[in-house]
């Protein structure tokens, strides 16, 4: 995605469906956003991001006051 090249024995129906698949997504540096519906940029996590963040909101760092379905949506 970032050098704009295809993968080695791409179809030019893969090459389509991969291009219609990454204009959801925005490269900024080396971080991974992916455009939500309504415009709003969400950061993608590696495994180790996703475990920190589900743990600090477990604790309950974030100071959350919405109920457990809201929540998990949220994040």
């Known amino acids: 995605m970032q050098y704009w090249e295809y993968p080695s024995g791409a179809s030019k129906m893969d090459e389509k469906t991969l291009r219609r698949i990454t204009m959801d ?34 604790v309950g760092i974030c100071a959350t006051h919405a109920n457990g379905h809201t929540m998990a949506r949220q994040m």
């Open 25 to 58: 997504y925005y490269l900024d540096n080396e971080i991974l956003y992916i455009r939500f519906f309504y415009g709003t940029l969400l950061r993608c996590l590696n495994e180790n991001e996703a475990r920190q963040v589900l743990q600090e909101v477990h």
